[in-house]
């Protein structure tokens, strides 16, 4: 999936950004939210899929990715990593890349990545999706790191994508959804003309441009709102869209 947007059409909502930011992080850290557990487990969700992206292409074979992430999230959750977290320490994807490392420089005085997640906690993740979208990576030079943002920036488009279709759905407008994501989804070379969409759905082509700006719409809005949820202040969320389609270039 490509980037809908490019920087300077989705930075033009850079105003809209909400002075109360971080909400997930925040939730997931404080012990006496009640709910915590939900914030928690949204954030792994957010984030396994890239660290796991980040250990494979740092050399270490299937099964020891595996373990590595198990474990690693376990002690997260465990150890409450989260309590380090600060709120003017930088970007919360810093913070954990940084502890997946030292977790990593660490395993050869510890047992926990021996047995998946430290024989305590083990977590579900869908490895065997994950092994398929690597192979899907062409071949380079890049660095885990670069692989991690990459990951990072494919899985908000997506998940946005998601809450999209569910809006559309849930609305009774689902066949609306599939016949107009192309133009928000794909480059513009790749997007059906007006007049083919016009043919295949019977609605004016006036009405095709009106339904399409504002699902393009909505969904940078989503885009915007899930950064706003891992980012403390406007320029952290500035500097997220910059990073966003550095990550796609």
């Known amino acids: 999936m490509g980037a809908p947007y490019d920087e300077t059409e989705i930075g033009g909502a850079q105003r809209e950004f909400l002075p109360t930011l971080w909400t997930v992080v925040l939730r997931a850290k404080d012990a006496s939210a009640p709910d915590r557990r939900e914030a928690l487990e949204r954030l792994i969700q957010v984030y396994w899929k890239p660290l796991y992206f980040y ?124 016949a107009l994501k192309a133009y928000f989804t794909a480059g513009p070379e790749h997007a059906p003309s007006y007049a083919d969409t016009t043919k295949a759905s019977g609605i004016s082509e006036s009405d095709v441009r009106t339904k399409i700006n504002r699902a393009r719409r909505r969904y940078r809005e989503i885009i915007l709102e899930e950064i706003r949820a891992y980012t403390e202040t406007d320029d952290d969320a500035r500097e997220e869209l910059r990073e966003l389609f550095s990550a796609l270039a």
């Open 55 to 178: 250990i494979r292409k740092s050399g270490h074979d299937v099964e020891k990715a595996k373990d590595i992430i198990q474990a690693f999230f376990a002690e997260f959750l465990e150890k409450d990593f989260l309590k380090y977290v600060e709120r003017d320490r930088g970007k919360f994807r810093t913070f954990l890349v940084t502890a997946l490392k030292h977790y990593v420089a660490d395993l050869h005085d510890r047992a926990q990545a021996q047995k998946r997640g430290g024989g305590k906690v083990v977590l579900s993740f869908n490895f065997a999706q994950a092994e398929t979208e690597i192979r899907r990576e062409p071949s380079t030079e890049e660095t885990p790191d670069r692989i991690f943002q990459r990951q990072w920036a494919l899985g908000l488009f997506k998940r946005a994508l998601q809450t999209l279709r569910r809006e559309f759905s849930d609305n009774g407008r689902l066949d609306e959804f599939d």
